[in-house]
């Protein structure tokens, strides 16, 4: 079920519940699999080192730990994209309000 971007108090009850369960599922994912949360993980989950994704990025290693440290203020959602790629991920960006929210893969 896709819920793009919504308002709760316009869903139908049966909309609210499957809301409801679809957060709990995500809810039960991401506890169950923490070592998603670190890119140095995932990295590692691909096989790769810092100096190699450097090297398939194009960057330097220290550019790489900056990234996996989660020093992004310049950094750009091409490079992100790039980065994902390269370790075997896609890339997915989530703009989150009470209640609601909107997501881009």
């Not at 070592?35 to 100096?51: D, H």
């Not at 989660?70 to 790039?82: F, H, K, N, P």
């Amino acid at each position: 079920m896709g819920f793009g971007f919504l308002d709760p108090r316009e869903l139908s009850a049966q909309q609210r519940q499957d809301l409801e369960v679809h957060r709990r599922q995500h809810e039960a994912r991401t506890q169950k699999s923490s070592k998603e949360n670190s890119l140095a993980q995932l990295r590692e989950l691909a096989g790769l080192s810092t100096k190699e994704l450097a090297g398939k990025l194009k960057t330097s290693t220290d550019r790489v730990q900056k990234l996996e440290s989660g020093d992004l203020d310049r950094i750009q959602l091409a490079t992100l994209r790039r980065h994902a790629e390269a370790i075997g991920c896609h890339l997915e960006l989530r703009y989150i309000a009470e209640g609601a929210h909107a997501a881009f893969s």
